[in-house]
T-cell receptor
């Protein structure tokens, strides 16, 4: 079974600075997808960014980018120019590309990000 | 277009009771998944339905059941409630299909239903 680990329960950063959230995962599969979701106090889980394992190029979405290290099974999220609206719980998630595992997302425990003005 | 909607927003039940949670997917989405999120933890997969058929089930007891209707909306039922069932229940919709590559695999979440069991 696949597992996702987020080793940072809490992180804080000054507004306008850069912060990196860590995520590692364990799998024997070669084809899969990785995601970062944001969950603000409103509880709505919002997709921030996704990465296909077969792509070597790291995904970017505006101020959000990832560092995908497939061999190390590491998938970190970098937030540049942090804004107050970035404050939320961030979850790293894994999904298999095919088979039974393709039916579900496997989430890490989450990292609570605080933005200091 | 409206996003994923869930009802009710929150509810309080007593141990031993039964509860039904409802979810309406994004228009055009045919797959619905249910997740349980206990306070302070990441969501845990409960079920996935596609075209009214169960396509996946997580490690949850038989007290948990679900179904999907012809309009692709879904209900999650939990019988004989326990204190440990207190959680945020999230519904997610996706285009779904046998091939989950391309644009079909993103799951879009609703705001959740907060269930408190006393």
């Amino acid at each position: 079974a696949q597992t996702v680990t987020q080793s940072q329960p809490e992180m804080s950063v000054q507004e306008a600075e850069t912060v990196t959230l860590s995520c590692t995962y364990d799998t024997s599969e070669s084809d899969y997808y990785l995601f970062w979701y944001k969950q603000p106090p409103s509880r709505q889980m919002i997709l921030v960014i996704r990465q296909e394992a077969y792509k070597q190029q790291n995904a970017t979405e505006n101020r959000f980018s990832v560092n995908f290290q497939k061999a190390a099974k590491s998938f970190s999220l970098k937030i540049s120019d942090s804004q107050l609206g970035d404050a939320a719980m961030y979850f790293c998630a894994y999904r298999s590309a095919k088979g039974q595992g393709a039916q579900k997302l496997v989430f890490g425990q989450g990292t609570r990000l605080t933005i200091n003005p | 277009d409206a996003g994923v909607t869930q009802s009710p927003t929150h509810l309080i039940k007593t141990r031993g009771q039964q509860v039904t949670l409802r979810c309406s997917p994004i228009s055009g989405h045919k797959s619905v998944s249910w997740y349980q999120q206990v306070l302070g933890q990441g969501p845990q997969f409960i079920f996935q339905y596609y075209e009214k058929e169960e396509r996946g089930r997580g490690n949850f007891p038989d007290r948990f059941s679900a179904r999907q209707f012809p309009n692709y909306s879904s209900e999650l039922n939990v019988n004989a409630l326990l204190l440990g069932d207190s959680a945020l229940y999230l519904c997610a919709s996706s285009l779904g299909g046998d091939i989950f590559r391309g644009v079909g695999y993103e799951q879009y979440f609703g705001p959740g239903t907060r269930l408190t069991v006393t």
